[in-house]
């Protein structure tokens, strides 16, 4: 995948040049918020379980990981005032370019998750860790509403991995078995796309797991019309 990770360091640099301005404003407007860093950095496994410092915009309180609680719903009381603008566009997500430029992660891939919850993984998930972890996947489209999914949760992490875990390992294996650099690329375009259009983003996505053979359970979560309940 030498091409792939040409494409990444390529991509993430000129991103992260292009985004600066836009970036700079956001961390002054974080640190305004509560005079507190405005950056939020997570022990994440990543390529081969190898852990790794994943870096995002902070959107919560300060000391808000130490909880316990790692999922987090959209009404959760630690996300801050301009946190829920941050979330809601995903602009935490844009220090990750940076992970990827240091070789951390992948522009495409599945999410990197925390290591409490790779313990909980079951022995198919491991081969979620046999790539580098990516920005986005097709998980990161199908379940951009996470927060929403979990809003009136009394237990978020207990049903984070009942609800949510299984398809969003599902579909990163899925990527994994499928990927290529036409993939990637409609990925990408797909997931700026779920913010403006996330009715047309789901559309799209799910057209594509049909067309490169997805289970049709699979094609049927990726349009969210129906109760993930239902599926579990």
Known sequence: MKKKNIFDKFF??????LASPFLLIIILFIYLNDF???FYISERVGYNFKNFRLFKL???SIGADKTGVTSTSSNDNRITKIGHYIRKFKLDEIMQLYNVFLGDMSIVGPRP???SEVKLYHAYEKKLLTIKPGITDF???VFSDEGDILKFSKD???DYNILIR???SKLGIFYIENRNFIVD???IFFTVLSIIDRKTALNLTSNLLRELGADEKLVEIAKRNIDLKIFV
Do not use: T
């Open 36 to 38: 507190s860093n405005p």
């Open 113 to 115: 998750q925390i290591p």
């Open 139 to 141: 998980s990161s489209i």
């Open 156 to 158: 978020p992490n207990k």
């Open 166 to 168: 299984p398809w969003k």
């Open 185 to 187: 690329i409609k990925l």
């Open 58 to 60: 902070r959107s919560m």
């Open 12 to 17: 993430s640099l000129i991103a992260l040049f």
